[in-house]
Protein backbone atom coordinates (compact mmCIF):
# COMPACT_ATOMS: atom_id res chain seq x y z
CA UNK A 1 0.00 0.00 0.00
CA UNK A 2 1.11 3.35 -1.15
CA UNK A 3 1.76 6.29 1.20
CA UNK A 4 -0.86 8.13 -0.06
CA UNK A 5 -3.36 5.89 -0.13
CA UNK A 6 -2.93 4.90 3.48
CA UNK A 7 -2.84 8.12 4.50
CA UNK A 8 -6.86 8.42 2.84
CA UNK A 9 -7.84 5.62 4.72
CA UNK A 10 -6.79 7.32 8.03
CA UNK A 11 -9.11 10.01 6.92
CA UNK A 12 -11.54 7.88 6.59
CA UNK A 13 -11.79 5.99 9.85
CA UNK A 14 -13.77 7.72 12.35
CA UNK A 15 -12.32 7.67 15.94
CA UNK A 16 -12.52 4.27 17.75
CA UNK A 17 -12.46 4.05 21.74
CA UNK A 18 -14.86 5.67 24.28
CA UNK A 19 -16.40 8.23 21.80
CA UNK A 20 -16.54 6.55 18.73
CA UNK A 21 -19.38 7.26 16.28
CA UNK A 22 -20.61 4.19 17.07
CA UNK A 23 -20.97 5.05 20.50
CA UNK A 24 -22.65 8.48 19.89
CA UNK A 25 -25.20 6.70 17.85
CA UNK A 26 -26.02 4.79 20.46
CA UNK A 27 -26.12 7.15 23.25
CA UNK A 28 -28.19 9.36 20.62
CA UNK A 29 -30.42 6.37 19.89
CA UNK A 30 -30.27 6.10 23.81
CA UNK A 31 -31.49 9.50 24.87
CA UNK A 32 -34.49 9.77 22.55
CA UNK A 33 -35.96 6.96 24.82
CA UNK A 34 -36.53 9.28 27.73
CA UNK A 35 -37.41 12.11 26.12
CA UNK A 36 -40.04 10.48 24.38
CA UNK A 37 -41.40 8.31 27.26
CA UNK A 38 -40.98 11.22 29.95
CA UNK A 39 -43.48 13.47 27.75
CA UNK A 40 -46.09 11.19 28.77
CA UNK A 41 -45.69 11.57 32.21
CA UNK A 42 -45.81 15.49 32.73
CA UNK A 43 -49.77 15.08 32.05
CA UNK A 44 -51.17 14.21 35.24
CA UNK A 45 -49.16 15.90 37.31
CA UNK A 46 -48.34 18.99 35.75
CA UNK A 47 -50.80 19.97 33.40
CA UNK A 48 -54.21 21.61 34.98
CA UNK A 49 -56.79 23.46 32.88
CA UNK A 50 -56.87 25.78 35.57
CA UNK A 51 -53.18 27.05 34.86
CA UNK A 52 -52.30 28.57 31.58
CA UNK A 53 -48.59 28.19 31.28
CA UNK A 54 -47.37 26.18 34.53
CA UNK A 55 -43.65 26.69 34.81
CA UNK A 56 -42.50 22.76 35.87
CA UNK A 57 -44.53 21.85 32.87
CA UNK A 58 -42.92 24.24 30.52
CA UNK A 59 -39.66 23.80 32.45
CA UNK A 60 -39.98 19.52 31.92
CA UNK A 61 -40.64 19.87 28.46
CA UNK A 62 -38.35 22.67 27.46
CA UNK A 63 -35.68 20.08 29.35
CA UNK A 64 -37.18 16.63 27.34
CA UNK A 65 -36.47 18.55 23.92
CA UNK A 66 -33.46 19.56 25.30
CA UNK A 67 -32.61 15.95 25.67
CA UNK A 68 -34.50 14.79 22.31
CA UNK A 69 -32.23 17.57 20.25
CA UNK A 70 -29.03 16.53 21.67
CA UNK A 71 -30.13 12.58 20.69
CA UNK A 72 -31.07 14.26 17.09
CA UNK A 73 -27.73 15.93 16.45
CA UNK A 74 -25.50 12.51 18.12
CA UNK A 75 -27.35 9.86 15.88
CA UNK A 76 -27.77 12.01 12.88
CA UNK A 77 -23.85 13.04 12.66
CA UNK A 78 -22.34 9.87 13.20
CA UNK A 79 -24.84 7.81 10.77
CA UNK A 80 -23.67 10.10 8.46
CA UNK A 81 -20.20 9.71 9.37
CA UNK A 82 -20.69 5.68 9.80
CA UNK A 83 -22.41 5.59 6.11
CA UNK A 84 -19.19 7.21 4.37
CA UNK A 85 -16.87 4.76 6.45
CA UNK A 86 -18.71 1.77 5.64
CA UNK A 87 -18.90 2.31 2.05
CA UNK A 88 -16.40 1.76 -0.71
CA UNK A 89 -14.80 5.14 -2.01
CA UNK A 90 -16.32 4.35 -5.32
CA UNK A 91 -19.72 4.18 -3.86
CA UNK A 92 -19.72 6.67 -1.24
CA UNK A 93 -21.86 9.26 -3.70
CA UNK A 94 -24.74 6.52 -4.45
CA UNK A 95 -24.74 5.51 -0.79
CA UNK A 96 -25.35 9.10 0.01
CA UNK A 97 -27.97 9.69 -2.11
CA UNK A 98 -30.03 6.62 -1.30
CA UNK A 99 -29.95 7.39 2.21
CA UNK A 100 -31.05 11.00 1.60
CA UNK A 101 -34.11 9.47 -0.52
CA UNK A 102 -34.83 7.15 2.22
CA UNK A 103 -35.10 10.23 4.58
CA UNK A 104 -36.60 12.11 2.66
CA UNK A 105 -39.21 9.49 2.25
CA UNK A 106 -39.24 8.62 6.05
CA UNK A 107 -40.12 12.41 6.49
CA UNK A 108 -43.17 12.37 3.93
CA UNK A 109 -44.47 9.31 5.34
CA UNK A 110 -43.92 9.09 9.31
CA UNK A 111 -46.05 12.39 10.16
CA UNK A 112 -48.60 10.36 8.43
CA UNK A 113 -47.87 7.55 10.27
CA UNK A 114 -47.64 8.88 13.25
CA UNK A 115 -50.90 10.77 12.86
CA UNK A 116 -52.66 7.33 12.49
CA UNK A 117 -51.31 5.69 15.26
CA UNK A 118 -52.21 8.87 17.65
CA UNK A 119 -55.57 8.93 16.12
CA UNK A 120 -56.24 4.63 16.82
CA UNK A 121 -54.58 5.10 20.01
CA UNK A 122 -57.05 7.57 21.30
CA UNK A 123 -60.55 6.54 18.99
CA UNK A 124 -62.34 4.94 22.15
CA UNK A 125 -60.15 6.01 24.84
CA UNK A 126 -58.52 9.28 25.33
CA UNK A 127 -56.25 7.42 27.64
CA UNK A 128 -54.89 5.82 24.80
CA UNK A 129 -52.44 8.62 23.82
CA UNK A 130 -49.22 7.30 25.27
CA UNK A 131 -48.79 4.54 21.96
CA UNK A 132 -47.19 6.52 20.22
CA UNK A 133 -44.23 7.88 22.15
CA UNK A 134 -44.29 4.02 23.53
CA UNK A 135 -43.90 3.04 19.83
CA UNK A 136 -41.12 5.42 19.18
CA UNK A 137 -39.17 5.03 22.14
CA UNK A 138 -39.55 0.92 21.35
CA UNK A 139 -37.95 2.04 17.82
CA UNK A 140 -34.95 3.87 19.57
CA UNK A 141 -34.65 0.76 21.96
CA UNK A 142 -34.53 -1.34 18.55
CA UNK A 143 -31.94 0.82 17.38
CA UNK A 144 -29.46 0.54 20.04
CA UNK A 145 -29.78 -3.37 19.74
CA UNK A 146 -28.92 -3.39 16.26
CA UNK A 147 -26.11 -1.24 16.46
CA UNK A 148 -24.39 -3.85 18.10
CA UNK A 149 -24.42 -5.96 15.19
CA UNK A 150 -22.55 -3.13 13.01
CA UNK A 151 -18.69 -3.91 12.69
Known sequence: MSPSSHRHLLHRRPPRGRFSHLTMFRLGSLLFIPSYLTVILYRVPF???EEDGNVLLMTALAVSTAVRYCASTFGYTSISILLNYMTPPHAIGF??????????LARCFG?????????????????????GFIICAGF???C?????TIR
Open 111 to 131: PVLGGWIWSVSIESNPNGYPV
Open 47 to 49: ASE
Open 144 to 148: VLHSF
Open 140 to 142: CAL
Open 95 to 104: ANGIAQSIVS
